[in-house]
């Protein structure tokens, strides 16, 4: 079994990558920072008897993303699960005062990439009449909230697509999911706020965020279930969140 993970350098897809090792899938992870896929790939080789892959290139570029696919071998290619990781948010401004390349960034990574590397995997799944792509996705794709705005469009646009596969691809016996999580601590506030610790940090005031290993457990649940289960979507917050705007903090 093959996962390929993309945003595998930190948060999310680097929690999933290890656990899907752990359950035993070969794993190709892929991210723009090579020391972190080194490092990452270091810490799985060490832990598990599995095979890992690193491609090394910015999902944002299509040929890049083409070329990192094209340099796998056929063998690497017969990818059972795709995880599209890859995502971030820029900036938190009303979008009257927000910076239209912020905007570009996050439809280029959140939304293109996404389908930049969900085409290339695709077809070789057809030809299997299997596989599994799961589509990460975010709260802000349920519910829009203010200063969310490009960012919250880009992940609507997540939850439309993966709607949208799980109809087309119905017929080739490749399942589609998305996960939706709620306010999670990794590096996502930080590169949001663009390096202001204060900022980032104070978004978690007075809660337990959800955390990586939360959502990396939620991909091994999807994989998981019987050939006869999809799981559609899974929407998950900190227990103190009942939605995007709504926390009972300490």
């Not at 063998?75 to 401004?93: E, F, M, P, S, T």
């Not at 691809?169 to 999911?177: A, D, E």
Request: net charge negative.
């Amino acid at each position: 079994m093959i996962a390929l993970i993309t945003g595998a350098t930190s948060g999310f897809g680097y929690a999933s990558a290890i656990k899907l090792a752990e359950l035993g899938y070969d794993v190709v992870i892929t991210g723009r920072r090579v020391d972190r896929l080194a490092q990452l790939e270091k810490e799985i080789a060490e832990r598990y008897a599995i095979k890992v892959k690193t491609l090394c290139f910015d999902i944002r570029d299509r040929k890049a993303c083409q070329t990192a696919w094209n340099s796998l071998t056929a063998d690497w290619q017969q990818v059972d699960v795709l995880l599209n990781n890859a995502g971030l948010a820029a900036g938190a401004d009303p979008f009257d005062k927000a910076d239209i390349d912020d905007f570009e960034c996050m439809i280029d990574t959140n939304v293109k990439g996404l389908l930049y590397m969900s085409k290339l995997v695709v077809e070789e799944m057809k030809k299997r009449h299997c596989g599994q792509i799961i589509n990460l996705s975010s709260i802000a794709g349920v519910e829009v909230y203010p200063n969310g705005n490009i960012y919250c469009a880009t992940k609507h646009a997540v939850n439309a697509i993966t709607k949208g596969m799980r109809m087309d691809l119905l017929p080739y016996g490749i399942k589609v999911s998305s996960i939706s999580p709620g306010a999670a601590e990794t590096e996502f506030s930080l590169v949001r706020y663009k390096g202001d610790e204060a900022k980032a940090n104070a978004v978690y005031n007075g809660l337990e965020p959800l955390v990586a290993e939360d959502i990396a457990d939620t991909v091994a649940f999807i994989v998981t279930r019987p050939a006869h289960v999809m799981i559609n979507d899974i929407l998950l917050t900190p227990a103190r969140q009942a939605s995007s705007m709504v926390f009972n903090r300490n």
